[in-house]
Nanobody, 126 residues
C-alpha cells in the first residue's frame, strides 16, 4: 500500500532554516499533486504548499510565500519543502499529502488528498 514518510523536522531558532522530505512508496504521483500541510496545537490542519506533476506548477499559502520552496523528484518519488526565515508561528506538525485526483480548485483542502504521512514536528523558538 502507499506510504508517505516525512523526515527533517526539528527545533530551530527564529530566522533559521529547515528542510523537510517526504518519501513515497507503494505508488507514484507523477500525474498528480503532492503537498505539505501543517497543524498547530488547537488549530485546524492548514495548507502550506503544493507541487503538481513534474514540478512546473507550485502554489503556496500566503503565510509561507517567499520563505519556502516546495519541490519534487519524481525519479526518487520524494517531495521536499525548504523553509527559510522561520518564525515561531511556523511551529506545527508538518504533513506530507499526495493524490492523483486533486483538482486545482480544491488543492488547498485536506480532504482532496487520499494519502498522508504521519507528520514531523517543526518547532521554532523565539
Amino acid at each position: 500500500q502507499v506510504q508517505l514518510v516525512e523526515s527533517g523536522g526539528g527545533l530551530v531558532q527564529a530566522g533559521g532554516s529547515l528542510g523537510l522530505s517526504c518519501a513515497a512508496s507503494g505508488g507514484t504521483f507523477r500525474n498528480g499533486a503532492m503537498a505539505w500541510f501543517r497543524q498547530a496545537p488547537g488549530k485546524e490542519r492548514e495548507f502550506v504548499a503544493v507541487v503538481w506533476r513534474n514540478g512546473g506548477h507550485t502554489f503556496y499559502a500566503d503565510s509561507v510565500k517567499g520563505r519556502s520552496t516546495i519541490s519534487r523528484d519524481n525519479a526518487k518519488n520524494t517531495l521536499y519543502l525548504q523553509m527559510n526565515t522561520l518564525k515561531p508561528e511556523d511551529t506545527a506538525v508538518y504533513y506530507c499529502a499526495a493524490s492523483n485526483t486533486v483538482i486545482y480548485s480544491s488543492m488547498r483542502l485536506p480532504t482532496s488528498y487520499a494519502y498522508w504521512g504521519q507528520g514531523t514536528q517543526v518547532t521554532v523558538s523565539s
